[in-house]
T-cell receptor, first 113, second 112 residues
Framework: QKEVEQNSGPLSVPEGAIASLNCTYSDRGSQSFFWYRQYSGKSPELIMFIYSNGDKEDGRFTAQLNKASQYVSLLIRDSQPSDSATYLCAVTHSGGGADGLTFGKGTHLIIQP | DAGVTQSPTHLIKTRGQHVTLRCSPISGHKSVSWYQQVLGQGPQFIFQYYEKEERGRGNFPDRFSARQFPNYSSELNVNALLLGDSALYLC???????????FGQGTRLTVV
């Protein structure tokens, strides 16, 4: 069973602080890793993707991947109230993408003004 | 540029009926995938199509079927609807099987 695990939260972070979201996955052959943001009642929005070990930065967002530990994280710097949402971690497996994305259940993030 | 578009946005059906959901991918994208999302869960993979061929199928019953047309748009069909099929159905498009996937706004299906 290929699983993606996330802490469901809620994770409460003060405005302006760094929010740290974590995700672990069970399939060691997983190849691609994605973070989606989903506001209540809306569809998921892609905010970061990472394919190689290490860090990838885009604006206030940093994705971190450690394949040896089967761990991927998302850091949000200078958190804003508009960052309050559910953050979904997703991975593709070793089947070349034909198995689609496997999602975690998401972490509910609350940024407190 | 237009993103992924899905229709309809909301739908109410009765148990036992069938439903067809439609998706138009981002221009130039050749892969479409379908997901089901129930409240409190992450999206669950249903199907993936690439170049009009089914390339992957998730753990869903045979009541679920899909196809992709020559213009890369796609339909998801669900027969003999059950109450448990009530969910948000999401379509995602990507350039190929392994690229980043972008979601449409979803179709909210309610089965009564």
């Amino acid at each position: 069973q290929k699983e993606v695990e996330q802490n469901s939260g809620p994770l409460s972070v003060p405005e302006g602080a760094i929010a740290s979201l974590n995700c672990t996955y069970s399939d060691r052959g997983s190849q691609s890793f994605f973070w989606y943001r989903q506001y209540s009642g809306k569809s998921p929005e892609l905010i970061m993707f990472i394919y190689s070990n290490g860090d990838k930065e885009d604006g206030r967002f940093t994705a971190q991947l450690n394949k040896a530990s089967q761990y991927v994280s998302l850091l949000i710097r200078d958190s804003q109230p508009s960052d309050s949402a559910t953050y979904l971690c997703a991975v593709t497996h070793s089947g070349g993408g034909a198995d689609g994305l496997t999602f975690g259940k998401g972490t509910h993030l609350i940024i407190q003004p | 540029d237009a993103g992924v578009t899905q229709s309809p946005t909301h739908l109410i059906k009765t148990r036992g009926q069938h439903v067809t959901l439609r998706c138009s991918p981002i221009s130039g994208h050749k892969s479409v995938s379908w997901y089901q999302q129930v409240l409190g869960q992450g999206p669950q993979f249903i199907f993936q199509y690439y170049e009009k061929e089914e390339r992957g199928r998730g753990n869903f019953p045979d009541r679920f079927s899909a196809r992709q047309f020559p213009n890369y748009s796609s339909e998801l069909n669900v027969n003999a609807l059950l109450l448990g099929d009530s969910a948000l159905y999401l379509c995602a498009s990507s350039l190929t099987l392994v690229n980043e996937a972008f979601f449409g706004q979803g179709t909210r299906l309610t089965v009564v």
